[in-house]
């Protein structure tokens, strides 16, 4: 049985919002119906702003087993991977509204894809960060040298 701490969401949250990310850009191109980017994008800020993101409020409704007994995914991991999908879908809606579909396209595949990879079990935003979280550890002890 796995643990889950305060700082931790169950696996099967995180997925089920990285399908939803997926399956809403997949129906915007194949539709051309920007609306459905929304989906995804006001649940995200919901989840940034509020602590409440309505996807995986719903998607609790249907696990079976206690929140402990599923796999936890990191809370600051996810809300960092979170703001990157957020900037993305909203880079992608505007510029589909504003008619830059090269730029409309481009993010919203960045989106996508990374969902998508993330599912798989890659996750983009993690390696990001964990770079990130290095070059700032060097760079800090650099300046500690002088």
Wanted: glycine fraction near 6%.
């Amino acid at each position: 049985m796995m643990k889950q701490t305060p700082g931790s969401i169950p696996r099967p949250l995180v997925r089920t919002n990285q399908w939803v990310i997926v399956l809403s850009v997949a129906a915007t191109w194949v539709t051309g119906w920007i609306w459905f980017l929304l989906i995804p994008l006001i649940s995200g800020l919901l989840g940034l702003f509020f602590h409440f993101n309505p996807i995986m409020r719903f998607a609790k409704l249907f696990l079976r087993k206690p929140l402990s007994a599923y796999k936890p995914e990191d809370r600051d991991q996810q809300k960092f991977n979170q703001t990157i999908a957020v900037s993305c879908l909203a880079i992608g809606f505007v510029s589909y509204l504003l008619h830059w579909t090269v730029i409309a396209v481009l993010f919203t595949a960045i989106v996508g894809l990374a969902a998508f990879i993330a599912i798989l079990g890659f996750c983009i935003g993690c390696f990001i960060h964990y770079q990130w979280s290095q070059y700032r550890h060097r760079r800090k002890s650099r300046i500690g040298q002088f």
